[in-house]
């Protein structure tokens, strides 16, 4: 009877061993122990979560993969992610400190133009969204987002901009060959801090340098703006999309004329750092306005194209006042 009973102790303590060993095996411990989420920058009074990173992440690389662009490695996309959620965190903060908010009929309006503008109902909207993996829910609160910093862009920098009858004198004269042009156009921006010191200045040129060397060599400009321009363009392959003439950003006002369709251009200086340019289509509308008209789409060209330079300048000086602390 011990004997069976000693027997018995022993079975029951192999049997214990090997369920500690099983619960303690590595792949029952991936299987039962989650990842805790952790900060990964701190913005202001705010912070960034790795999973917020992660979701965002993921759904660049699927925009980088459907407009056919091959996603930078994952570091560099990561930092290219999370450096555009900083900016967008501190834009959303200083929005709330201005008590800006979007109403939900001016949500609908907007998540609706946008599926018009995709050939879509709302409901084949939904399933295509839905399709990606997302909801429509997390969707309209991103494009809520957007109208939010828009708001804040338009009050903060356009109180920045004017534009005299001089200027608009100015423009006219110097339109000739340009007048009725479009361009659509890419750029690559290597960014300078507020009163670089030339140690900086030269790190950025030798940089600009670099990348359009690799340019020269056959690299693909789309993938290469992902993983190294500092323009909020970056996870859109650097495109800013068609502008026209009078809309073209000052620094490449004289560069994008010349440029054949394909090429890019030398490095350009700005107060925002140093650019390259690629001139990705060009059209003539053979349209052109006269008298007062003529003046008024004057007028709205130069007040976009300094309200694109001075947006630049804008960004960079908040985030040059706001505390953040990466801890990626």
């Given amino acids: 009877m011990r004997s069976r009973q000693h027997s018995l102790r022993l079975a ?4 214990l061993v090997l369920a500690i060993g099983l619960l303690l095996s590595p792949s029952v411990l991936a299987q039962s122990i989650q990842p805790l989420d952790r900060i990964v920058a701190v913005v202001n009074q705010g912070a960034i979560m790795a999973s917020e990173l992660e979701q965002r992440v993921e759904q660049a690389r699927s925009q980088l993969t459907g407009r056919g662009i091959d996603s930078p490695p994952d570091q560099a996309l ?7 959620m900083i900016n967008e965190e501190i ?7 201005a008590n800006l908010s979007v109403d939900d009929t001016e949500l609908n ?7 018009e503008s995709n050939n879509m109902t709302l409901d084949q909207f939904a399933d295509a969204v839905e399709a990606d993996g997302l909801t429509l829910a997390s969707v309209r609160e991103e494009v809520r987002r957007e109208l939010i910093m828009r708001e804040l862009q338009q009050r903060q920098v356009g109180s920045r901009v004017n534009v005299s009858e001089r200027e608009v004198d100015r423009y006219l004269d110097q ?3 340009s007048e009725g042009a479009r361009y659509r156009l890419a750029h690559i921006l290597v960014a300078l801090p507020q009163s670089p010191t030339s140690d900086q200045v030269n790190e950025a040129q030798q940089k600009i340098q ?7 060599d056959g690299a693909d400009f789309a993938q290469l703006a992902a993983a190294e321009s500092d323009g909020g363009q970056a996870l859109d392959g650097g495109e800013i ?4 003439a009078g809309e073209v950003p000052s620094v490449f006002a004289d560069a994008v004329p010349q440029l054949e369709v394909g090429d890019v251009s030398q490095p350009l200086r700005s107060p925002s750092g140093f650019h390259i340019v690629k001139l990705l289509d060009r059209e003539q509308s ?6 007062q008209d003529q003046r008024d789409q004057a007028r709205q060209a130069l007040f976009q194209r300094k309200a694109n330079d001075e947006l630049d300048i804008w960004l960079q000086e908040i985030r040059a006042d706001a505390f953040v602390e990466v801890r990626l």
């Fill in 12 to 15: 029951m303590a192999s049997w």
């Fill in 78 to 84: 990561r930092r290219q992610v999370l450096e555009q």
């Fill in 91 to 97: 834009q959303l903060q200083m929005a709330r400190s």
């Fill in 109 to 115: 309006r907007a998540v609706r133009s946008i599926a």
């Fill in 175 to 177: 339109q000739g060959a």
């Fill in 210 to 216: 670099r990348l359009l060397g690799e340019l020269q």
């Fill in 241 to 244: 999309g068609w502008r026209e």
């Fill in 286 to 291: 053979g349209q052109s306005a006269s008298g």
